[in-house]
């Protein structure tokens, strides 16, 4: 826990860079800014966890009004009719609202949710019943890797869990009324990523072999299919 200084240096430091955005960054984008004043049009939804070593918009190097993002711990998307809340509502508005054409969900290493699923006594969790009940949602990627102990929550088997996680939630993505719609028009691309954070290196989960393709190759299959 934080001392009380530390909380007011940090604090500090946050109106310090609002500060810094406002009087220098704003003006340098200002013709970008006063596009997004009053609409916006994302292409994308962004499906990260809350990890703050993830930036979509720097991963991605997108500017502001191109991701609409949703956040959550452990990139976690119920099955629709599971929680109606803020992760349906944000699926449901992106698509049906905005439009966007693409969903991407986004695991990444050393995912803090995935290392509870793995090993939940080491993890604290039963100080953090709210974060328990919610890692239920990836259940069965957990039980999609077999029978592992809290010793195998190395960083191999995180990686394998946070891939496993990313698969089972394009499944659940798919259950929600306004994806379904949208896939079946064929106007709305599903993709599941992978973000190593030490690497910078992000691969593609392919959904029907289950195996990881790199950048260079999704782009080239991408560019193979005719507009
Ligand atoms: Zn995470």
New binding site residues.
Partial sequence: MPTCSEARASLLSLLRGAEHFNTEVFPAKQTLFASLAESQAPSTLFIA???SR?NPNLITQTEPGDLFILRN???IVPAYGEMLGGVSSAVEYAVAGLGVSTIIIC??S?????KALLAPEKSGLDKMPTVRSWLRNAEAARAALGDLKAEDAGPANVRSL?EQNVLLQLSHLKTHPAVAAAMARGTLFLQGWFYDIGTGEITILDEQSRKTTSITDAIAHLESIPA
Avoid: P, W, Y
């Fill in positions: 966890c809350a990890d993830i711990i452990g990139n695991g990444h050393d995912c803090g949710a995935m946070s």
